[in-house]
């Protein structure tokens, strides 16, 4: 039995969804027109020098493309919101940025309408998974500017489910609080699951057998990575589900319970194209590209054809669950600015994730990029399981994750075993991927 946040829109024809965005996009952009001083810039330049000749979707499309750099650029020249406030601060109740994890960090402003429309997005991730108002939700994340948590947390009263926070307490603390209020549901990035899972079975916590059913992720890429999500799921003895989002865009996508099905992209709240990140041109279904977002409902500060540099393939493939809106096929396949290049082989970070994270004796792992005779080398350092100790098994462990990534990959890399504890530990987006001088 499925469960919808709103059914009818979510099993709408392929027509009226269209013709909803359509409705949304071009209410939307003659405001924006009107009270975005950045788009109005922008839109001018590029020949729109009266909002009446944009009266379709198509003529949308062939607005220029936004990125992230001109909106921070925008608020540096600005500072600190920029020009692309729709509305008065004083309007404002919520201000976010974004992690700051690729550049400078941006800031969001939002109302109370806004804001509201983030909820909203957050309600369908929650309902796609199947969390009801019968749940209890644990959210395992401290309570700083990021937006991803702070929407999960207070969406979770649209579904009128039961919220615990855990911000501010350390992990094993986090960990009695799962347990001794009945938690059903968890919600943190991937990372942390399995941080909670290593602290857990060091401190013989059997999280497996808990009250825990669902594990839901945010905030980074990992469980659409089959190996990392088969062992979030096998650590907690529950369903794991995907969601993606950026501060800067909103709430997209969330994985159904029809698994393994790929991301549901919310298109009631947001117009989804899949662009050649390279050539800037559209590609068809089944195409790998990079997705570009309109959100349709933030009219604080919108953003119009955003290139989010994550790199997805759609399908228009009607689900298991009865839902009709387009899916990303496994979910966010890497970010088109991840990719780097190791004797010759294109590599992206997650693809190496997926065959690290099959070994169950490896706790966690870093991926080193180093020149050598002026080409990218890779080594990787591992770090086992306390349990495994004898140097031929070690060894073997080591060998076996070479082989896999020159069989599956074809991948030339160096694996170092390091000391159980010495690899960071993240709460929040990982940093496993470090180009060395």
């Keep these: 039995m499925h469960t919808y946040f709103d059914e009818t829109i979510e099993k709408s024809d392929r027509a009226s969804l269209r013709d909803l965005q359509s409705r949304k996009l071009i209410t939307l952009f003659r405001k924006v027109y009107k009270h975005s001083q950045f788009y109005h810039r922008k839109w001018k330049s590029a020949g729109v020098i009266d909002s009446g000749q944009v009266q379709s979707m198509e003529d949308c499309l062939q607005l220029p493309l936004t990125t992230k750099s001109e909106l921070v650029q925008d608020q540096e020249e600005s500072p600190p919101f920029g020009t692309n406030l729709c509305i008065p601060v004083n309007n404002c109740v919520r201000m976010h940025q974004t992690s700051g994890t690729t550049g400078k960090p941006l800031r969001l402003l939002d109302t109370s309408e806004s804001w509201d429309w983030w909820l909203k997005c957050w309600a369908f991730v929650y309902k796609g998974a199947g969390v009801s108002a019968d749940d209890r939700i644990y959210m395992a994340f401290s309570f700083g500017p990021f937006i991803g948590f702070w929407s999960a947390y207070e969406a979770a009263e649209k579904i009128g489910a039961l919220t615990i926070p855990g911000g501010g307490l350390q992990t094993k603390a986090r960990l009695q609080a799962i347990i001794d209020n009945e938690a059903t549901v968890l919600v943190c990035t991937p990372t942390y699951a399995l941080r909670l899972a290593e602290v857990a079975a060091e401190h013989k916590i059997d999280i497996a057998n808990s009250s825990i059913k669902k594990v839901i992720c945010a905030g980074e890429p990992g469980a659409n ?97 009865g839902r009709t809106f387009v899916r990303a096929d496994g979910g966010i396949l890497g970010r088109a600015d991840d990719m780097f290049v190791v004797r010759g ?24 990029i180093f020149k050598e005779r002026e080409m990218n080398e890779i080594n990787i350092k591992l770090e086992l399981n306390p349990s495994v100790q004898l140097p031929d098994v070690i060894s073997r462990i080591a060998q076996s994750i070479v082989d896999d990534l020159q069989t599956l990959l074809l991948l030339t890399a160096n694996t170092t075993i390091v000391p159980c504890g010495s690899l960071p530990r993240f709460d929040m987006k990982a940093k496993r991927c470090v180009i060395c001088d």
């Design 345 to 368: 082989i294109n590599v992206f970070p997650s693809a190496i994730e997926n065959i690290v994270r099959n070994c169950p004796h490896v706790e966690e792992f870093r991926m080193e």
């Design 225 to 321: 990575i089959p190996s990392t999500k088969k062992r979030i799921e096998d650590c907690w003895g529950a369903k794991c589900f995907d969601h993606t989002g950026m501060t800067e865009v909103g709430a997209i996508g969330f994985e159904c319970e029809s698994q393994p099905v790929g991301i549901h992209l919310i298109e009631s709240e947001f117009l989804i194209e899949v662009i050649d990140p390279k050539t800037e041109k559209p590609l068809s279904e089944g195409e790998k590209g990079e997705l570009v977002i309109t959100n349709l409902g933030r009219y604080s500060m919108p953003v119009f054809r955003y290139r989010t540099g994550d790199l997805v393939k759609l399908n228009f493939t009607p689900c298991d669950c």
